[in-house]
């Protein structure tokens, strides 16, 4: 977003700030606009202007040009805004960790920044209020790419201390591309739930009159309010119109599209709630409010990876890998399987007390080692297959695993136990 | 009207849709009859500059509208606002840069994006794309030199296909049709000039060979005003040949408007303010079949007075609409089907008696007018309350508004003029470097120049230089070209394109729908002998009218050739009974008889060979 080169020198040397009107002079051509950031993919050469029609254009400047500053940028007054409080209505907490659904665009320079306050982000969806009373929190401003094993932890902790002080759900805005990820870690480290944990997203940003940020987190505060749902879920579009949501388990989800509004999929499972406007509809079975308290987990050993198998893998890699870690997930292919080169990695792997689990690439079904004999041999080899339980989701869950014990045994057998609804052993045609 | 004295001054915008694919994704610029999945969305009003939402906006949204979008067979997710912008079309790019050279502009050196917001839900995103290309150019027509302000490159909305309570239905075929929106100077001073102004921006634009053609293609913005009047907008407008008629319509409407504020000011009329008088008991027993039928739907028949606008609300002496249609029009925006005023009345079966109750009931003085409206009494308050805000508005003078064009030349008023576009740039797509070597390429190919295809045409073709002319600025060079180069016969071609279209078109039915395949079967057909010349008029009619073929339509209409035998047969029938009135007349008779025979032999037969033979006939009979 910053000018560099010939362009950056001349704006340091006119002290031009971003926002500021500029006046541009090239031979006898004059401009006066806004200085807009510049473009990460616009060319060195090039000063952005607003112009007073509200046009951008790029200007190349070279060492003739002349840069002046006309006038500063106005300071943004930003009102302090408050929460209402209306006893008549239920508290949810807001715990905002960043990404699209939490970014807000200035108009004026078109720079794209993170909600600053939980109040901005609550006043952008004024009719949450309407629903609910909010009691809302920026802990993390960051995209969801850049999310670790410790914000994971620094995130339920937030969550089970909202639940634990009355409030009767916790809505978590997160970036889309790794919430699969952080509502299977919740759902691990949050026990004995009072009310949903819901991790909502967005595809389009919120500066978009066509953004599903609102109608998704409009359907998160109704299922706080209005459910007796005890579990960890995601929540986003069921479809591509802004007709109902979708209420995902929190460790049978994920990101099934790039883009699209509806790309949050029950993987091997059914979604655990419909909410269309205020209706409530539950799919399937669910767990419901407990009394409480809520019981935090929160040990995570973060020493894991999570290995995609495929043709030409080598085993040079694999035991790189290996040696790093204290456990490997394998996304295998079709029922879980790897090749026999790899067969060797995973047998030294073991011997190591390495822990390794196997789940498949294909997502949809389950592992079974017992039909082919690279199947057997993974198992005799020492692997352990986690049946239809997502790759994603078994990898979150070893670590977590690890952190609760040291004891191999005790790790296999958490690991083998079905704790937040991650197994099912029924797939329906 | 003397157009200069009026101050008179338009400009105008010109969209043109491009033939070159998508802006920003690869999906053909096509429409289609079909549709298949449909997408029910809604918009809501963004943030503003201080981060806060409009609450009233906000309610207005929710309460109104969805928006049902029907996707097509060739549809894609980035239609469907599911998937970020591909990379801005290249062609489209350069036929903006094009057509800027062709004007003389100067492109910017890299072209950034905008999303300009629209939430009429014609945009599955909220937001139109759009971009500054270059700027300040002219273009001369005649001897008057014409500024180009601006030609930005932007992306076409989605096609509306009906409004049904709080649900429009749009498809996706239009949206991201790429538009090059030109825009002129405010430098037109008559309503001829801005005919010609928009005939020749047309002419360029298809010179470059990369836009779309046919009814929508292009669409004009209107900018007009009278000095002392405002800046009106007509929205729209697709017929060239109207364009003149909407400006002297709109000239004549300001100075109407103009006239009656004086008249007002005259008479030191002030704002009224909303008295509303319930005046149904008045017309209980009433013979006005508007009135009647309303307090029958249990509608109420409300009544307010305008303090001295008496007379400012019928039409002038010499027939030009004052208030009364602006008034009705504002109305209407409030659901209402229409009002009655005090200048119309009495009359529409209102009686004089019924009249002087109204007005005492107001307490009107003679210098008042009023004003009736009769519906749900919800309604009926609601569009009382625009129509004196409209009246108040008369004292100011003009109001600036938008106004939508009508099929007869007149134009109604469809909203204030939009505030500000609010515009922020569009980060997903890459801006465009414009270098020297892109610039100079397109420089150097250069598409020929209309007035270099007139003198082309002349010499190629053989037709004179006014129809080469008409051609090049009617819009059917291309085809006349393809058509004269592939069957010879360019008379005829351009007979079709200049004399025969234009009269079709007064007759009610639209030629510009008649496709290339239909005219080369019309002008094999002639080759082959099939029909004479004569009969093409009549065949186009048949096939826009019933959909035949060119076959069927010969057949029908039973316009095969005839052999010359019954030709003379015809002839030497008519020549004996009407043979006083040609010995009377000599051979000046010839034309008459000749109007005869025609009739007899519509289309069947070259007028030159009847000509020939009823010539020699009636000689023959006179000596």
């Known amino acids: ?86 006893p008549a209505k239920k508290d949810i907490a807001v715990i905002s960790t960043g990404g699209t659904i939490a970014s807000y665009v200035d108009y004026r320079t078109g720079a794209v920044h993170p909600a600053i306050s939980a109040e901005e982000l609550v006043f952008s969806v004024p009719e949450l209020l309407d629903l609910a009373n909010v009691r809302a929190k920026v802990l993390y401003s960051i995209l969801s790419e850049n999310m670790k094993v410790t914000h994971w932890q620094g995130l339920a902790r937030a969550v089970a201390e909202e639940l634990n002080s009355g409030a009767v759900g916790v809505i978590v805005p997160h970036g889309t591309d790794t919430m699969g990820f952080t509502s299977a870690a ?10 949903p944990v819901i991790c909502v997203g967005a595809q389009r940003s919120s500066d978009r009159p066509s953004s599903d940020a609102i109608m998704n987190l409009l359907a998160a505060t109704r299922l706080c309010v209005d459910s007796d749902l005890g579990e960890v879920v995601v929540l986003m579009h069921g479809e591509s119109s802004d007709s109902y949501t979708l209420a995902h388990r929190g460790t049978k989800v994920r990101k099934m599209h790039a883009s699209r509004r509806d790309a949050f999929r029950s993987i091997n499972s059914e979604p655990i709630a419909k909410i269309e406007g205020p209706q409530i509809e539950f799919i399937s079975e669910h767990t419901g409010r407990s009394k409480g308290p809520v019981e935090l987990k929160d040990k995570i050993d973060g020493r894991a990876s999570m290995l995609h198998f495929y043709p030409g893998f080598e085993a040079d890699h694999f035991d790189l890998i290996a040696n790093h870690v204290k456990g490997v997930v394998i996304a295998g292919t079709g029922l879980g399987h790897v090749s026999e080169e790899i067969l060797g990695s995973v047998t030294r792997a073991v011997d190591k007390g390495v822990h390794v689990y196997v789940t498949t690439q294909c997502l949809y079904g389950a592992v079974n080692l017992n039909v082919y004999s690279t199947g057997r041999d993974m198992v005799t080899a020492g692997a352990i297959p986690l049946g239809d339980m997502l790759p994603e989701t078994a990898y979150v869950k070893l670590m977590w695993a690890m952190g609760q014990t040291d004891d191999p045994e005790e790790v296999r057998k958490l690991m083998l136990t079905n704790i937040a609804g991650e197994f099912t052993t029924r797939r329906f045609v | 009207m003397d157009y200069r004295s009026l101050g008179l001054k338009v400009g105008i915008e010109i969209h043109q849709q491009l033939s070159t694919g998508k802006l920003f994704c690869d999906c053909p610029c096509d429409f289609s009859d079909d549709h298949h999945k449909e997408i029910v969305r809604r918009l809501r009003p963004t943030q503003s500059e201080l981060g806060e939402i409009d609450r009233a906006a906000l309610e207005e949204s929710e309460r109104k509208m969805h928006f049902r979008y029907q996707t097509v067979p060739f549809s894609c997710l980035v239609e469907a606002d599911e998937e970020p912008p591909h990379d801005a079309n290249k062609r489209a790019i350069e036929a903006s840069l094009e057509m800027s050279s062709l004007m003389g502009m100067k492109a910017v050196d890299e072209v950034h994006f905008m999303r300009k917001i629209v939430i009429d839900g014609s945009n599955t995103g909220g937001f139109q794309r759009t971009a500054l290309i270059s700027t300040g150019g002219s273009i001369m027509v005649g001897d ?42 405010p430098d037109m001073a008559t309503p001829e000039e801005a005919k010609y102004v928009a005939e020749r921006i047309g002419a360029l634009l298809r010179a470059t060979k990369k836009v779309r053609r046919g009814i929508g293609t292009i669409r004009e913005d209107l900018n007009i005003s009278v000095s002392g009047g405002a800046r009106v907008e007509i929205k729209g407008a697709q017929e060239l040949r109207l364009i003149p ?62 303090r001295k606008f008496a007379g400012t609300l019928g039409p002038s002496e010499n027939g030009v609409n004052r208030l009364g249609p602006e008034l ?17 009345l009495p009359g529409y079966g209102v009686t004089m008696t019924e009249v002087e109750d109204t007005q005492s009931a107001l307490e009107a003085e003679p210098e008042d007018a009023f004003v009736m409206v009769a519906d749900a009494v919800e309604k009926a308050m609601a569009a009382l309350a625009r129509i004196v805000d409209r009246a108040n508005a008369a004292i100011e003078g003009v109001p600036e508004e938008t106004r939508d064009p009508l099929p007869d030349g007149h134009t109604v008023y469809s909203r204030p003029l939009p505030g500000k576009d609010r515009m922020y740039p569009e980060t997903d797509v890459k801006p465009i470097l414009v270098n020297e070597a892109v610039l100079e390429s397109i420089k150097l190919n250069l598409p020929e120049l209309p007035e270099e295809k007139v003198s082309r045409f002349v010499k190629e073709f053989g037709i004179s230089k006014e129809q080469a002319d008409s051609l090049v600025k009617s819009g059917y060079e291309d085809e006349f070209e393809l058509l004269a180069g592939g069957f010879g016969s360019a008379q005829v071609v351009a007979r079709i394109y200049l004399n025969t279209f234009p009269e079709l078109e007064k007759a009610g039915v639209n030629p510009s729908s008649l496709s290339l395949d239909v005219m080369k ?42 052999d010359l035998d019954s030709v003379r047969a015809v002839c030497d029938r008519l020549v004996r009974e009407k043979e006083k009135f040609i010995r009377d007349r000599g051979e000046e008779s010839l034309g008459p008889i000749m109007g005869l025979v025609m009739k007899e032999l519509r289309g069947k037969v070259d007028g030159k060979v009847i000509s020939e033979i009823l010539r020699e006939r009636i000689k023959q009979l006179l000596t």
């Open chain 1, 1 to 86: 977003m910053k000018y560099s080169g010939l362009v950056g020198e001349m704006l340091d040397r006119a002290n031009a700030q971003l926002g500021d009107v500029i006046e541009v002079r090239r031979g006898n051509e004059v401009h006066v606009g806004i200085l807009m950031p510049h473009h990460d993919f616009s060319s060195e050469s090039i000063v952005t202007l607003k112009l007073p029609n509200g046009y951008n254009m790029g200007i190349r400047l070279d060492e003739k040009s002349k840069v002046k500053v006309e006038s500063r940028r106005e300071p943004k007054e930003r009102k302090k805004q408050v929460l209402p409080h209306d």
């Open chain 1, 186 to 195: 919740l759902a691990f480290m949050l026990r004995n739930l009072t009310g």
């Open chain 2, 521 to 562: 079967d019309i002008l094999t057909n002639l080759k082959a002998g099939a029909f004479a010349k004569e009969a093409i008029p009549d065949i186009l009619t048949s096939v826009l009218q019933n959909g035949h073929s060119v076959e069927r339509a010969t057949e029908t209409l039973g316009v095969e050739k005839v």
């Open chain 2, 328 to 344: 009705a029009s504002h109305a209407r925006v409030a659901g209402v089907k229409g009002l009655f005023h005090s200048d119309e």
């Open chain 2, 144 to 185: 008057r030199k014409i500024g180009i302000s601006t030609l930005c490159l932007e992306e076409d909305a989605a096609r509306k296909i009906v409004e049904r309570g709080s649900e429009v239905t749009y498809r996706l075929d239009r949206l991201g049709i790429p538009l090059i929106e030109i825009a002129t100077d």
């Open chain 2, 245 to 306: 008629v909407y400006v002297e319509e709109e000239a004549k409407r300001q100075i109407a408007l103009l006239d009656v504020k004086r008249i007002l000011r005259e008479r030191g009329a002030k704002s009224s303010s909303l008295d509303i008088k319930d005046i149904s008991p008045l017309f209980r027993v009433t013979k006005c079949k508007v009135l009647k039928g309303a307090l029958e739907e249990k509608g109420r028949i409300l009544a307010i007075r305008l």
